[in-house]
């Protein structure tokens, strides 16, 4: 593709050599010279110069190459996403059902949908048009699965699902599994049943190996264009917002609370009934107590979580305590010697 090409297809301008061919897209420092890659930070800015990529995404302010081609867009990392596209495109769905599929009763298969082999759909349930459904996957009854979906292989929704449009489920995701309820009665376990559903909005992303699961009553809801990452626990009546991310090995508790545009980092634990509000951002590894509210826009990191300035400043803290350490044992010694010089002249 030329560059000319590109750039008028992502709506941007370009400088340079407008006929260059790009065959590719590669990471700034190991792009060739028929590659396109982008700059998304200071530190890509700094090594602009030395990147042999033929073709550079760059925002507006980025200073006139003289011999560099460029195409400039508001957002280079969004263009080059949508760039990607152009290289390599999604891989073209097949309509029809494999013999080998197991069909219940009253189950609709919408236009254009794409049934992999050995794949069970129960009673009463709805594959959407052009959705697609891989391998070894297991569907439940009365499951709703919206138009244009995509389910890898091995894929498992429980009964009473709701699915949206656009929705990507990975492989081993699990939906609708029964949430971890039980009351202690007589010195043993007893199971709450969990008779709730799930609802999925539109182009949702749930990555590997990710469950989420039923509600005891009621709903577990994730909200339109949510995106989790892989080995992600959703526990049973929690509420995910509208356009929440989330990565890999985060877990939440029952009925948690996430509202929409809140970032949450890797390995981050969060306790039942916990309220995360709009556009809150939870680092990496911390814990959020039962009950505790996450403030809007806040960012908070560590165990317990709290505001990152707080945290940082314990962090800085327990830096100084070795040399603190040292300093109270010189104290001691010193005091020691004076009571001792004290003690001779009385």
Request: glycine share 14%; with cysteine; charged share 20%.
């Amino acid at each position: 593709m030329r560059v000319r090409e590109l750039a008028e297809w992502l709506g941007a301008t370009f400088e340079g050599d407008g006929e260059k061919e790009l065959t590719g897209v590669a990471p700034l420092e190991t792009a060739g010279g028929s590659e396109l890659s982008f700059l998304g930070g200071r530190k890509a800015l700094q090594q602009a110069d030395a990147s042999a990529a033929g073709c550079l995404i760059v925002p507006p302010d980025y200073p006139s190459p003289s011999r560099r081609t460029v195409i400039r867009a508001p957002e280079p990392r969004t263009a080059f996403a949508r760039a990607m596209n152009r290289f390599y495109p999604t891989m073209e769905i097949k309509p029809g059902i494999h013999p080998t599929v197991a069909l219940g009763k009253d189950v609709e298969i919408g236009a254009l949908a794409s049934i992999g082999p050995h794949v069970s759909i129960g009673d009463s349930s709805r594959v959407g048009l052009a959705s697609s459904v891989g391998a070894g996957c297991a569907i439940g009854k009365r499951v709703a699965l919206g138009e244009g979906c995509v389910l890898h292989a091995n894929v498992t929704i429980y009964d009473n699902v709701d699915i949206g449009r656009g929705v990507i489920l990975h492989s081993g995701c699990v939906i609708g599994a029964d949430g971890f309820g039980y009351v202690f009665e007589n010195d043993r376990y007893h199971k709450f049943p969990q008779v709730g559903r799930v609802e999925i909005g539109d182009f949702v992303e749930i990555g590997a190996n990710s469950c989420v699961d039923r509600a005891a009553l009621g709903v577990t809801l994730i909200g339109e264009g949510t995106k989790l990452d892989n080995m992600v626990h959703v526990g049973h009546n929690c509420r995910i917002g509208r356009h929440v991310v989330v990565a890999a090995q985060t877990g939440f508790s029952g009925g948690v609370v996430v509202e929409d545009y809140a970032v949450i980092g890797g390995q981050v634990g969060i306790g039942d009934k916990a309220r995360i509000e709009s556009r809150a951002v939870l680092g990496s590894g911390c814990g959020v107590l039962t009950s505790k509210i996450v403030r809007s826009g806040q960012t908070v990191w560590g165990t317990p979580a709290r505001p990152l300035k707080e945290h940082l400043e314990q962090l800085a803290n327990l830096a100084r305590l070795p040399e603190m350490r040292r300093q109270f044992v010189d104290l001691k010694r010193r005091l020691a010697q004076l009571e001792a010089s004290s003690a001779r002249r009385g």
